[in-house]
């Protein structure tokens, strides 16, 4: 059954004129690339149709959403950590350092924060944090919504063409058996998590001469 987000957080802010940012994740689970935050405070008064959970839209409404919300938001920036801060801080703290990059970029500080999932770091700026809030609460699916359409179109463009043995523009460099086998076949690349790998490279040929 589809879950269909709404306004009921927001509007315990909206009702007392504070504003309030929503912010997720996208990426935090693959293999290769960036992951990458965003942050949305959406303008009551013209909130876009159709936003749900980004991973229950396609790529094409998920563009025209991403637009649309960017068009009519009151705000809203993204915020990235690379591969070698996950590397040094692990993926937990490197998505927390995303999400804070993103609410930094904010051209407009909200009043509060609302984070999908269980915990976020400490912060001077109230946080509330709801599990599965990418389908329950609209400005966290607003988010998870310009944050997967950013990393996406990343890892299709720029990650495709840097490194194009590894279908990035098919997998967005999560783990399929196709990606998995292009590691097997050409080792890591430098979009990789060796972290991530560490199974995957020992079943590399060269590894057993």
């Not at 407009?108 to 770091?121: C, E, F, K, T």
């Not at 840097?162 to 399929?176: A, E, I, S, V």
Request: net charge positive; glycine share 6%.
């Amino acid at each position: 059954m589809v879950t269909y987000p709404t306004t009921d957080v927001e509007e315990q802010y909206w009702r007392n004129g504070q504003t309030t940012a929503g912010i997720d994740e996208a990426g935090r689970g693959a293999l290769a690339g960036p992951v990458v935050a965003a942050a949305v405070i959406l303008n009551p008064r013209a909130i876009p149709e159709g936003i749900r959970d980004s991973k229950q839209l396609s790529a094409s409404k998920r563009e025209n959403l991403a637009l649309a919300i960017q068009q009519s938001a009151v705000a809203w920036a993204i915020g990235v950590a690379d591969v070698a801060e996950i590397e040094r801080f692990n993926i937990l703290q490197a998505t927390f350092l995303a999400m804070q990059r993103a609410v930094k970029a904010l051209s407009a500080d909200p009043d509060s924060l609302l984070v999908d999932g269980n915990r976020y770091v400490p912060s001077v700026t109230p946080v509330r944090c709801i599990v599965g809030g990418d389908r329950l609460c609209l400005s966290i699916a607003a988010a998870s919504i310009l944050a997967k359409n950013h990393r996406d179109r990343w890892m299709t463009t720029t990650a495709h063409m840097l490194y194009p043995n590894y279908d990035f523009d098919t997998h967005k460099g999560y783990g399929t058996q196709k990606h998995r086998q292009a590691i097997v076949s050409f080792g890591p690349c430098e979009l990789h998590r060796p972290t991530f790998l560490r199974r995957i490279i020992d079943r590399r040929p060269d590894r057993h001469v």
